[in-house]
């Protein structure tokens, strides 16, 4: 497929989506989340590849949402259409957040609104020293709208959450860290390699384990303790129908390392 607002490649096990929209600072529009979506779902019906990195690159990863797109041809859209169109990027984002295979958000100069919430929805982020995060929407009279009062707040809990959306004032990539919205803060110049890096983790690791970790770890986390526990050790048993188990065990008594095939 010819993509015009983002480029993806593979390369090496590792599905690479990168945001390209330079003219808009690489904005969000309604082109831009369909084929995120069809990257995504190419890269998660291809075996071969063990982990997806979204970016727009060393300078910035998404500004926000296209004002454009979001108020169309009248400039005074109605709740309706406001509805529709949400619908649309929440299920875009939906996808990406419960998709089967590690993502890591590589994030770099503006990472607001919008881009925020794409990231917030990936497994990992992580940032150059120069991002700068934030929800601004409310200097616009509105709120995010893509799930940031919700996946934020549940990630850095109601002060900050509140802070950072009821101001609209951004975080720096240092903040961001320090309240575990990132995983890692490179330099500007090492956030390609990093990311790359680590997407190579999964290169060797049994797949369908790594794929029932994420599921228990997003499903039991909005559940209550004892059926979280339960919905574990399912999860745990069933892994010991698999060939990967029963390679890793017997390259564990063996001395050796494993070779797991993702089955």
């Known amino acids: 497929m010819a993509y015009k607002t983002i480029i993806f490649k593979k390369e090496e096990g590792t599905a690479l989506v990168t945001f390209n929209r330079p003219q808009k600072r690489n904005a969000l529009n309604e082109e831009m989340m369909k ?62 957040s419960i998709f089967s295979k590690p993502t890591i958000a590589a994030m770099a100069g503006y990472a607001f609104g919008g881009g925020l919430e794409l990231a917030l929805c990936c497994d990992f982020r992580i940032a150059s020293e120069n991002t700068k995060i934030g929800t601004p929407e409310i200097k616009v009279g509105i709120i995010p709208g893509a799930g940031g009062t919700q996946r934020l707040t549940r990630m850095i809990g109601v002060t900050k959450a509140k802070e950072l959306i009821l101001t609209g004032d951004p975080m720096s990539a240092e903040d961001a860290y320090q309240f575990g919205l990132l995983n890692k803060v490179v330099d500007e110049k090492d956030l390609m390699d990093e990311a790359k890096a680590f997407a190579k983790k999964f290169q060797n690791l049994p797949g369908f384990s790594v794929e029932m970790g994420k599921m228990l770890i997003d499903t039991g986390i909005n559940m209550g303790l004892k059926e979280a526990l339960e919905l574990e050790r399912i999860g745990f048993s069933m892994l010991y129908s698999t060939d990967d188990q029963k390679e890793g065990l017997k390259a564990f008594l063996e001395k050796r390392p494993p070779r797991f095939r993702g089955k």
């Not at 108020?71 to 529709?84: A, C, D, F, T, V």
């Open 35 to 96: 084929e995120v979506e069809t990257a995504l779902r190419d890269a998660e019906k291809d075996s071969g590849v063990k982990a997806v990195i979204l970016t727009g690159g060393e300078k910035y990863f998404i500004s926000g949402t296209d004002m454009d797109f979001l108020l169309g041809e009248g400039k005074e859209p109605s709740p309706q259409k406001i509805y529709e169109i949400h619908h649309t990027t929440q299920s875009v984002y939906r996808y990406l």
